[in-house]
């Protein structure tokens, strides 16, 4: 039987959370074009990490993250993601 293969993205990405704002819990995409160790983790106003959603090394592929935020207060987060050759963040906010 012919199997699906879902192709790997072109480039690097870390696309805006959705929903945005959003209430206790939102999903975080990104696109990786090649295998490579990713870091992705949150961050206060402050600049402060004060969650890791990911670390480890990761084939290439779309990947989906959902963060859970019931524990922390409404606000600005920012989500950053980092590879060897690719770093984006993106702000996110939080309302309760």
């Known amino acids: 039987a012919a ?3 879902v192709a790997a993205p072109k480039e690097y990405a870390l696309c805006q ?4 704002p959003f209430n206790a819990i939102t999903t975080i995409e990104y ?3 090649e295998a490579a160790f ?3 983790y ?3 106003m402050l ?4 969650e890791t959603l990911e670390r480890r090394a990761q084939p290439a592929g779309v990947y989906q993250i ?3 935020a019931s524990r922390v207060s409404s606000g600005i987060y920012f989500v950053r993601m980092e590879s060897a050759k690719y770093s984006m ?5 939080l309302l309760k």
């Open 3 to 5: 199997h699906e293969t």
């Open 17 to 20: 959370n959705y929903p945005n």
């Open 31 to 33: 696109h990786l074009p």
């Open 38 to 40: 990713t870091r992705v």
């Open 42 to 44: 949150i961050m206060n």
């Open 47 to 50: 600049g402060q990490e004060i």
């Open 66 to 68: 959902h963060w859970d």
């Open 89 to 93: 963040t993106q702000k996110m906010m």
